[in-house]
């Protein structure tokens, strides 16, 4: 592909933000205007001695507290990503904050009802609270692991537009063509395509959840490993640990800022300025073939 020709991932980034955003702005409405009218629909057909204002007033506040909790799972589904590899030990921690985070929406819907009741001249009454909160929370937990599944599905989508680095696998007969345990090559699978990087090419690499940033000619393809790991497997001759979240490949590195703090500022040959903290820096400067 023409290297000046924009990828469809390109020209989605500067609308990717909105898009997020809208998407949840989106769904809160549809929701909270389709449900709250079902609702009085129901009201209606049973005769129900209910003001019309009050199935709005339940459905707009549990709707708003959905998209007020929205990045907090968004915040921990990226700390802590949910794939087919570690759901069993990331499950019981899912749990844990799905209660969490059922009881901030249940607190913040009681109080958005409380104040609109309180403005209309009524009395809203949530209830006993330990017969209540179970049964709120049996309803929450299902949207929880709805909105989960579908921001990991979106993460994907994304990846797969971007391409996704994996090591190569040894071959089931004969010697590997690279080295398995100082890979020459990565693989990255992009949409329907698959191709090959030198890990010369590798520009550096920054820690990101459980997966790690490869950095190659200005794009960035996740490989699913930890920084540590990833360090094993690099040359050490070319490449080193400037940072907790970043490696650089020595050849990148246009030079060095020494900061007051201690730390240092690399400058990368692509304009690119990463952080190099004090741990790192003298032998970094060895490295790179300075004084420290």
Same mark, same amino acid.
């Given at each position: 592909?023409?290297?000046?020709? *924009?990828?469809?991932?390109?020209?989605?980034?500067?609308?990717?933000?909105?898009?997020?955003?809208?998407?949840? $702005?989106?769904?809160?409405?549809?929701?909270?205007?389709?449900?709250?009218?079902?609702?009085?629909?129901?009201?209606?057909?049973?005769?129900? &001695?209910?003001?019309?204002?009050?199935?709005?007033?339940?459905?707009?506040?549990?709707? +708003? /507290?959905? @998209?007020? @909790?929205?990045?907090?799972?968004?915040?921990?589904?990226?700390?802590?990503? %949910?794939?087919?590899?570690?759901?069993?030990?990331?499950?019981?921690?899912? %749990?844990?904050?799905?209660?969490?985070?059922?009881?901030?929406?249940? %607190?913040?819907? #009681?109080?958005?009802?409380? @104040?609109?009741?309180?403005? /209309?001249?009524?009395?809203?009454?949530?209830?006993?609270? +330990?017969?209540?909160? *179970?049964?709120?929370?049996?309803?929450? $937990?299902?949207?929880?692991?709805? /909105?989960?599944?579908?921001?990991? %599905?979106?993460? @994907?989508?994304?990846?797969?537009?971007?391409?996704?680095?994996?090591?190569?696998?040894? *071959?089931?007969?004969?010697?590997?063509?690279?080295? #398995?345990?100082?890979?020459?090559?990565?693989? #990255?699978?992009? !949409?329907?395509?698959?191709?090959?990087?030198?890990?010369?090419?590798?520009?550096?690499?920054?820690?990101?959840?459980?997966? #790690?940033?490869?950095?190659?000619?200005?794009?960035?393809?996740? !490989?699913?490993?930890?920084?540590?790991?990833?360090?094993?497997?690099? &040359?050490?001759?070319?490449?080193?640990?400037?940072?907790?979240?970043?490696?650089?490949? +020595?050849?990148?590195?246009?030079?060095?800022?020494?900061?007051?703090?201690? &730390?240092?500022?690399?400058?990368?040959? &692509?304009?690119?300025? !990463?952080?190099?903290?004090?741990?790192?820096?003298?032998?970094?400067?060895?490295?790179?073939?300075?004084?420290?």
């Amino acid at each position: 592909m023409n290297a000046s020709t *924009p990828t469809a991932y390109e020209r989605f980034l500067p609308w990717k933000r909105w898009f997020e955003i809208g998407y949840w $702005v989106a769904v809160t409405l549809f929701n909270a205007i389709a449900n709250s009218t079902t609702m009085w629909l129901d009201i209606q057909r049973a005769h129900l &001695d209910t003001a019309p204002w009050e199935p709005v007033v339940w459905e707009w506040s549990s709707g +708003l /507290m959905w @998209l007020a @909790l929205a990045w907090p799972l968004v915040w921990f589904t990226r700390r802590h990503p %949910l794939h087919w590899g570690a759901w069993r030990r990331e499950l019981p921690r899912y %749990l844990a904050f799905s209660v969490a985070f059922s009881l901030a929406h249940v %607190l913040g819907m #009681v109080v958005l009802r409380e @104040l609109a009741y309180h403005w /209309m001249g009524r009395h809203y009454d949530f209830g006993n609270w +330990l017969v209540e909160f *179970p049964y709120e929370y049996l309803k929450d $937990v299902r949207s929880f692991f709805m /909105m989960v599944a579908l921001v990991e %599905l979106y993460r @994907l989508l994304l990846r797969r537009m971007q391409g996704e680095a994996s090591m190569l696998s040894a *071959p089931d007969e004969g010697p590997p063509l690279d080295p #398995v345990e100082r890979p020459e090559r990565f693989l #990255v699978r992009k !949409l329907n395509r698959e191709f090959l990087i030198a890990a010369a090419d590798i520009e550096w690499l920054q820690a990101s959840g459980n997966y #790690v940033n490869l950095r190659v000619r200005g794009h960035d393809y996740p !490989l699913r490993s930890t920084i540590g790991g990833i360090e094993d497997k690099l &040359d050490p001759a070319h490449f080193a640990r400037i940072q907790r979240s970043y490696i650089v490949n +020595l050849d990148q590195i246009a030079s060095i800022e020494p900061l007051d703090t201690g &730390d240092a500022r690399v400058h990368m040959k &692509d304009d690119t300025r !990463l952080p190099c903290s004090r741990t790192y820096r003298a032998n970094l400067r060895q490295r790179f073939g300075q004084e420290g």
